[in-house]
């Protein structure tokens, strides 16, 4: 080891031991510091939809009919983390204990044809942080940082309820990015939460004709108005397919980004948006999404994209937080120490009125 805090032997963490035994625990081991690695003092980790999926024990995370199982537990959850360095080791340059940094989720292999190509999102080994024995995520006190991981140093003077909203932004902008937005566009974002909200302000940036909104919550819909969406409307209260034929004349929008995360919001898009448009997925689904496929081909001929992670898109997203470029304002509502775990999974589905809810680690 090159240098270290004086790390403590026990940790407070939150274990997954399969897919319906998650448990606080008191004196779980900290990680070691191999001679490639980063041990980082964890300030805070957010909620993500993923997480709460995971707990609820969807397919995608556990296997179920033909998909094949992701996880591997034990695991300790969470990949929205942030924390200060505690422990380099031998190998490692460029950091000091004491920096504030952060990772991207993923961490890649760099020896895989996707890796060797530059997109190292989609790595074929494909491990991400919070869901396997040997990368576990953020919500512990110390977090292990391995080799090949892709971290970046955060401004101190970013405040915690700010900067727990990088993960989720770089995820948003990538997404916006792969929607390629012009000024002639009627782009429609369906869902504002976390994600949606970090795709408003930054889809702001691209100045379209038209950015719409479309949310359950009316508090939702709200903040993204604040956040500069130029109609918001509820789809419990009106038809929206309608509005938007309204609005552009029968043909329906140019883009629309799906991130709520619901197979209605997927079948809705694809009601809406014109021939020719450009659909954009980024939602990860607890259940399968049925859909009449010969809109995207025989009907419409659609560009379907899907999004995935945030590739390039951490450093961005840092200094435009930092210049307050990027909005952030009441996205992350409540905070809630580790013992109260199950609580803050509880309100992270919103059904409190919660935007984002994190897990902070007061020192």
Not at 55 to 76: D, E, L, N, S
Not at 296 to 302: V, Y
Request: charged share 25%; proline share 6%; aromatic share 10%.
């Amino acid at each position: 080891m090159k240098a270290n805090m004086n790390l403590p032997k026990t940790m407070k963490a939150l274990v997954a031991y399969s897919q319906t035994d998650y448990r606080f625990i008191k004196d779980f081991p900290v990680p070691d510091c191999g001679n490639d690695d980063i041990i980082i003092k964890t300030e805070g980790c957010g909620i993500c939809a993923g997480d709460l999926k995971c707990r609820h024990g969807a397919p995608m995370f556990w296997g179920g009919g033909i998909q094949p199982g992701y996880v591997k537990p034990p695991f300790i959850p969470g990949h929205e983390f942030l924390g200060t360095v505690a422990a380099l080791g031998v190998n490692v340059k460029g950091f000091s204990l004491g920096d504030r940094v952060t990772s991207d989720q993923i961490v890649p292999c760099n020896e895989c044809r996707y890796c060797r190509t530059g997109h190292y999102w989609m790595c074929h080994i494909h491990k991400i942080y919070g869901f396997f024995t040997d990368l576990c995520g953020g919500m512990a006190e110390y977090v292990r940082l391995p080799k090949n991981s892709l971290i970046h140093k955060i401004p101190k003077e970013i405040p915690l309820k700010d900067a727990l909203l990088i993960e989720p932004y770089a995820c948003a902008k990538h997404c916006v990015d792969r929607a390629q937005i012009n000024c002639e566009d009627i782009v429609v974002i369906s869902g504002a939460g976390p994600l949606g909200l970090g795709m408003v302000t930054y889809a702001r940036m691209k100045n379209p004709a038209r950015l719409i909104v479309l949310d359950l919550q009316d508090a939702r819909l709200e903040k993204a108005k604040e956040f500069g969406a130029d109609l918001v409307w509820n789809p419990g209260r009106i038809n929206v397919n309608a509005e938007v034929m309204k609005l552009t004349n029968g043909y329906g929008c140019d883009i629309y980004i799906e991130c709520a995360g619901h197979p209605s919001s997927v079948v809705q898009g694809m009601q809406m948006i014109r021939k020719l448009g450009r659909f954009v997925e980024f939602s990860v689904f607890q259940e399968p999404t049925t859909l009449d496929w010969s809109i995207i081909g025989d009907r419409k001929e659609l560009d379907v994209l899907g999004a995935h992670l945030s590739p390039y898109c951490f450093p961005f997203v840092i200094e435009n937080i930092a210049a307050k470029k990027l909005k952030t304002n009441g996205v992350v509502t409540r905070f809630f120490p580790l013992e109260e775990w199950e609580e803050a999974f509880h309100c992270a589905d919103g059904s409190k009125g919660d935007i984002k809810v994190a897990i902070e680690f007061k020192s």
